[in-house]
């Protein structure tokens, strides 16, 4: 990977020579706000790692922030990894068991972990293409960043 900066660069020149109704894919892209930057300057399909790496390693993504699971608090923190998810994980494990699962090296946390962060860009590409449809994209990133504790876009 080249910097953000130049791939932020790359993609404004390029994109506007591609054919609007063909696919833009980028390949390589993985933080969800990456993915919502290169979305709004036009790209339409991605492939990472992110996700189910970070899962491994029980970094989850939220919809307020980054967890890290691997830090004591969560030890006995009996809430979903998510309150707003729907994903399978969310809806039937707790920060303590996963934590736990975690801690003892134990293969279904990393499993779980995957299927919550998997589900979390499922949920993010949903949102993005309903706000395009909507014409309220703007509004969907600005919202989305402030969730996760980040500046509005430009």
Not at 35 to 63: E, K
Not at 81 to 102: I, K, V
């Amino acid at each position: 990977g080249e910097p953000k900066e130049e791939m932020t660069r790359v993609i404004e020149e390029v994109t506007p020579q591609m054919p609007k109704l063909s696919p833009r894919y980028l390949m390589g892209v993985g933080t969800p706000t990456d993915i919502i930057r290169a979305v709004v300057q036009g790209i339409d399909m991605f492939d990472c790692v992110m996700p189910t790496r970070n899962a491994r390693n029980a970094y989850l993504f939220t919809s307020t922030g980054l967890l890290r699971l691997r830090n004591a608090r969560y030890r006995d923190d009996t809430r979903p990894l998510d309150e707003s998810c729907d994903c399978y994980t969310c809806q039937n494990f707790s920060r303590a068991y996963l934590h736990h699962l975690d801690k003892c090296k134990e293969i279904l946390g990393s499993s779980l972990n995957t299927i919550h962060n998997l589900r979390h860009y499922q949920r993010l590409m949903a949102g993005l293409r309903t706000a395009i449809e909507q014409g309220r994209l703007s509004a969907f990133v600005n919202q989305y960043l402030a969730d996760q504790g980040q500046i509005e876009a430009d």
